[in-house]
C-alpha cells in the first residue's frame, strides 16, 4: 500500500497538478473563475453562467452553439496546455525523448481539464432541463454538439502536433533519438529524473494510457534536450497566434448574424490568448515581467491621456467634432436654467398638456404618468407584461390617457418600444399591442453579443467603425448592444431622438424623459425631444441651493451646437441602462469631460422625474384635470425585507463596510421616494393616486436575476407574477380610478 501512495504521489499527473500550483497561480486563477462561472458561484446575477451553460448561436440554444463553444473549449484546453508546456517541460527532461511528447504531456496534464468537463455537464443538464425547459432527448443532441466540437479540435491539434513531431525527428540523425518506451534501466544506480524542486517523477500515463516508468537520459547532452523542446515550442506557440488572428478576424464580420458566436466561445477564445500571453511573459521577461506590466501600462496611459488612442464609448448621433465644447460648470449649468429659459420651456410644456388634454374629450381628464423601474430584462419583460395587460383591461384607452413615461434602465427599454408599437398604430398601421410576439421580442438575449464584442472588438480588435447620422463612430459592445436591441424590437427604434418632437408636441403619444447618471457628480442628464429647463432643479431655492446648482442637466440645451436632437433613440435607452462594467460608460464632449451611466444609480424607478414634473405644472393639472394617476411598474418587490442583512461569517466584519451601501441601495431609494410623494401629496392631496405594480417572486430565493438575459423559466415566472395577489389588486385598483367620475377620483 505504502508503494502505491509513493508511486501515485510521484507520478507525471500529480507532480504537474502540483508544480501548477506552486509556479502557475496566475494562470490557474482563470481555471478558477471557470470553475465559479459554471458553477454559478461567479456573477450568476448577470448570468454569466447562462452564457456557458445554454450557449445561444442565432438566437437559440441549438447543437450548432454548443459545436461551437465546445471548438472553444477545445482551444482553450489547448492553449492551457500549449502554455504550461512551453514553461515547465524543460523540468521533466525525459520527455524529450519520447515519441509524442506534447501528447504525453496533455494526457498527464488532464487532471484539471477534465474535473472542468465534468463540472461542466452535470451543471449544463440541470440548467438546460430545469431553466431553458430544453427535453432531455433535445439536451442529449446539445451535448453531442459540445462534445463533436471539442474532439474536433483536439484531433486537429494533435494532427498537426504529431506532423511537427516528425519534422523535428527528420532533422536528427538515424538512431540518435532511442523512443523505446519499454527501456529498462541498465543499472540499478540509475536514478530518475527529478525536477528543480528535488521532486522525483516516477512513471508517467503512456499514449495508450498505459502506467510506464521514467526513463534515465543523463545519457543525452543538456543542449540536445534545450534543440528539442525549443523546436516543439515554436510549434506550439505558431496555434495560440492562429487563434488570435481568428478572433480578428470574428471582430470584422460580427455584424454578421453567422459570425456572431456564443459569448462563451469569445470568452473562452479570450482566456486561450490571455493565457497565452501571460506564459509568454513568464517565459520570456522571467523575473521582469511585473516591470514589464508596469511599462506598458505607463505607455497605455499616456497615449489615452494625450487622445492618442480613444477606447471611450460615445453618445451615437452627437457631433464630437464641434470645435467649441460646452463648459461643465456651475456658472455654465445655471446659464442654462435662467428664469426665462425656465418660462419659454414650461410655455412650450403647457402648450403640449392642453394638446394633451383636448385629445381626452373630457373637460377635466384623468391624467396618467407610468414610471418604470430597472432591472435588465426582467423589467423589460415584466414592464412590456403589464402595458399590455393595462391595454386589455382598458380596451385600448390607457394610453392615450397617459401624459408622461419615465424610468431606468430595463423598463424604459419595454416602454419605448410599446410606445413606438402604439404611435404606428395611432399611425394606421395594423397592430395589435396586446400581441405575445411583441413580449417575447422585448424579452429576447440581450447578454450574448455584449460579451462577444467586449472580446472580440474592445479588447482584440478596436478598429472598425461605422456610421450614423452623418458621423462616425468605433464600434464596441456598447454598438454591438444597441444593434442587437434594435434585432429584437424588429427595427422600429433605430430613429433619433428628434423623429418624436412632432408627435409628443401634438400629444400623440406619450412625453418620454429618458435620464442618465453623471459619473463625476451624480446628476441627472435628461434627454428628451422637448426642452426641459423647468426639470434641472427644485422649485425651492435658498443660498444653499445655489451653491450646488443644478442637480440635472438637460441635454438638448447643454449640448445645443453639437446636434443633440441627431442622438440615436437606441443610445439615449443605453445611457439610461449602462450597468457598470457590462455596457460601457458614455462619454460627453464638454469641457472638462463627462461620463454618464445607468440611470437607476441616481433614480431607479424614474418616480424623481415625474414628481419633479407634476410639481412644475401642479398648478394647471389642478386646474385642468380631475387627478392623476402615477402607475409605478417596479421590476422588485419594494422593501424586499425578506432579502435583507445576512450574517455569513467572520469576513462580514471585513467587508461589511464596503458592501452595505451596495447591499441596501436600492432600500435607500424607496426611503427617499416614500418621502417624496408624502411632500407633493400636500400640493394635489386626494387627487393623487400612486398604484405600484411588482414583480414578486414565487418563493424568497427563486427570483429572476436582473441581467441581460432571460432563460425560458425565468420568462415564465416573470409572466406568471402578473397574476400574483399583490398584481390582481393593483391592476382592480387602477382600473376602478381610470372608469369612475371625476367627483369619484377625489375620493379614492
Same mark, same amino acid.
Given at each position: 500500500m505504502k508503494k502505491f501512495v509513493n508511486n501515485f504521489y510521484y507520478s507525471f499527473p500529480i507532480q504537474l497538478l502540483l508544480l501548477h500550483f506552486r509556479k502557475s497561480q496566475v494562470l490557474l486563477i482563470v481555471w478558477l473563475i471557470l470553475f465559479l462561472t459554471v458553477s454559478g458561484n461567479f456573477m450568476e446575477f448577470f448570468g454569466a453562467n447562462a452564457l456557458f451553460l445554454a450557449?445561444?448561436?442565432? #438566437?437559440?440554444?441549438?447543437?450548432?452553439?454548443?459545436?461551437?463553444?465546445?471548438?472553444?473549449?477545445?482551444?482553450f484546453i489547448m492553449s492551457w496546455n500549449i502554455t504550461t508546456f512551453i514553461l515547465h517541460s524543460t523540468r521533466f527532461r525525459f520527455l524529450a525523448t519520447s515519441s509524442k511528447p506534447?501528447?504525453?504531456?496533455? %494526457?498527464?496534464?488532464?487532471?484539471?481539464?477534465?474535473?472542468?468537463?465534468?463540472l461542466y455537464f452535470i451543471e449544463a443538464l440541470y440548467f438546460d432541463v430545469t431553466k431553458e425547459l430544453i427535453p432531455l432527448p433535445q439536451f442529449l443532441i446539445i451535448a453531442g454538439g459540445f462534445l463533436g466540437g471539442l474532439f474536433l479540435l483536439i484531433l486537429i491539434s494533435f494532427a498537426y502536433f504529431f506532423s511537427a513531431d516528425r519534422r523535428i525527428v527528420r532533422t536528427f540523425e538515424p538512431g540518435l533519438l532511442d523512443f523505446d518506451e519499454n527501456k529498462i534501466p541498465e543499472s540499478a544506480e540509475e536514478k530518475v529524473l527529478t525536477d528543480t524542486f528535488g521532486l522525483p517523477v516516477k512513471n508517467y500515463l503512456s499514449s495508450r494510457l498505459k502506467v510506464k516508468k521514467v526513463r534515465p537520459v543523463s545519457h543525452y547532452s543538456q543542449n540536445f534536450l534545450d534543440i528539442i523542446f525549443k523546436r516543439h515550442h515554436f510549434s506550439a506557440m505558431l496555434t495560440i497566434f492562429l487563434s488570435f488572428i481568428f478572433m480578428i478576424f470574428i471582430a470584422f464580420f460580427l455584424d454578421n448574424k453567422f459570425f456572431?458566436?456564443?459569448?462563451?466561445? !469569445?470568452?473562452?477564445?479570450?482566456?486561450?490568448?490571455?493565457?497565452?500571453? %501571460?506564459?509568454?511573459?513568464?517565459y520570456f521577461l522571467r523575473s521582469w515581467s511585473l516591470l514589464f506590466m508596469i511599462l506598458l501600462y505607463a505607455v497605455l496611459n499616456i497615449l489615452y491621456k494625450y487622445d492618442i488612442i480613444d477606447p471611450r464609448n460615445k453618445a451615437y448621433g452627437l457631433n464630437y467634432a464641434y470645435p467649441e465644447r460646452p463648459e461643465y460648470s456651475l456658472q455654465s449649468l445655471e446659464a442654462l436654467n435662467t428664469t426665462s429659459k425656465i418660462d419659454s420651456d414650461k410655455m412650450n410644456m403647457i402648450s403640449i398638456l392642453n394638446n394633451w388634454k383636448e385629445n381626452q374629450h373630457e373637460e377635466k381628464p384623468l391624467m396618467v404618468v407610468i414610471d418604470f423601474s430597472g432591472g435588465g430584462v426582467r423589467s423589460a419583460s415584466f414592464s412590456m407584461n403589464v402595458l399590455q395587460e393595462l391595454d386589455s383591461i382598458t380596451e385600448g384607452a390607457f394610453m392615450k390617457k397617459t401624459m408622461l413615461m419615465t424610468g431606468a434602465s430595463g423598463g424604459m427599454l419595454a416602454a419605448a418600444y410599446f410606445r413606438e408599437l402604439y404611435r404606428l398604430k395611432v399611425n394606421g398601421a395594423n397592430i395589435n399591442l396586446?400581441? =405575445?410576439?411583441?413580449?417575447?421580442?422585448? !424579452?429576447?438575449?440581450?447578454?450574448?453579443?455584449?460579451?462577444? !464584442?467586449?472580446?472580440?472588438?474592445?479588447? %482584440?480588435?478596436?478598429?472598425? =467603425?461605422?456610421?450614423?447620422?452623418?458621423?462616425?463612430?468605433? =464600434?464596441?459592445?456598447g454598438y454591438a448592444f444597441e444593434e442587437k436591441l434594435d434585432h429584437n424590437t424588429r427595427h422600429v427604434l433605430d430613429r433619433p431622438i428628434g423623429f418624436y418632437k412632432n408627435s409628443e408636441e401634438k400629444a400623440q403619444i406619450p412625453l418620454m424623459i429618458?435620464?442618465?447618471?453623471?459619473?463625476?457628480?451624480f446628476k441627472k442628464m435628461l434627454v428628451c425631444s422637448q426642452p426641459l429647463s423647468f426639470m434641472m432643479q427644485s422649485e425651492f431655492r435658498d443660498s444653499t441651493s445655489m451653491m450646488t446648482g443644478p442637480d440635472a442637466i438637460d441635454f438638448g440645451a447643454l449640448f445645443k451646437n453639437m446636434n443633440p436632437m441627431n442622438l440615436r433613440m437606441l443610445t439615449a435607452l443605453r445611457m439610461n441602462?449602462?450597468?457598470?462594467?457590462?455596457l460601457p460608460s458614455v462619454w460627453l464632449p464638454s469641457k472638462p469631460i463627462i461620463d454618464v451611466m445607468d440611470a437607476g444609480l441616481r433614480d431607479n424607478t424614474g418616480q424623481e422625474n415625474s414628481l419633479r414634473f407634476l410639481n412644475v405644472f401642479k398648478d394647471w393639472i389642478n386646474q385642468n384635470t380631475s387627478g392623476v394617476l402615477l402607475?409605478?411598474?417596479?421590476?422588485?418587490? =419594494? #422593501?424586499?425585507?425578506?432579502?435583507?442583512y445576512k450574517s455569513g461569517g467572520i469576513s462580514d466584519i471585513i467587508t461589511d463596510p464596503f458592501t452595505m451601501m451596495q447591499t441596501n441601495w436600492f432600500r435607500l431609494q424607496d426611503y427617499f421616494e416614500d418621502d417624496e410623494i408624502s411632500y407633493i401629496q400636500n400640493e394635489f392631496g386626494a387627487k393623487l393616486h400612486r398604484v405600484s405594480l411588482m414583480y414578486?417572486?414565487?418563493?424568497?430565493?427563486?427570483?429572476?436575476p436582473m441581467n441581460f438575459h432571460l432563460t425560458a423559466s425565468e420568462k415564465k415566472e416573470v409572466k406568471a407574477s402578473l397574476n400574483r395577489e399583490n398584481n390582481i389588486e393593483a391592476f382592480g385598483q387602477i382600473k376602478s380610478i381610470l372608469e369612475s367620475k371625476p367627483e369619484q377620483q377625489s375620493n379614492k
Open positions: 450557449p445561444e448561436y442565432l #438566437g437559440n440554444v441549438n447543437a450548432g452553439g454548443a459545436a461551437i463553444t465546445g471548438v472553444c473549449t477545445g482551444v506534447f501528447f504525453k504531456y496533455c %494526457i498527464n496534464n488532464a487532471i484539471i481539464p477534465i474535473s472542468f468537463l465534468v456572431q458566436i456564443p459569448a462563451a466561445a !469569445s470568452i473562452l477564445l479570450f482566456f486561450s490568448i490571455l493565457i497565452a500571453v %501571460i506564459g509568454a511573459l513568464s396586446r400581441n =405575445k410576439e411583441y413580449l417575447d421580442n422585448i !424579452s429576447e438575449d440581450l447578454l450574448n453579443p455584449v460579451f462577444s !464584442s467586449l472580446i472580440a472588438r474592445d479588447l %482584440i480588435s478596436p478598429s472598425e =467603425k461605422f456610421t450614423f447620422g452623418g458621423y462616425r463612430y468605433v =464600434k464596441d459592445r429618458l435620464s442618465s447618471t453623471v459619473t463625476r457628480d441602462a449602462t450597468y457598470p462594467y457590462i402607475i409605478q411598474i417596479r421590476a422588485r418587490k =419594494k #422593501g424586499s425585507w425578506d432579502d435583507g414578486i417572486p414565487k418563493t424568497a430565493d427563486g427570483g429572476v
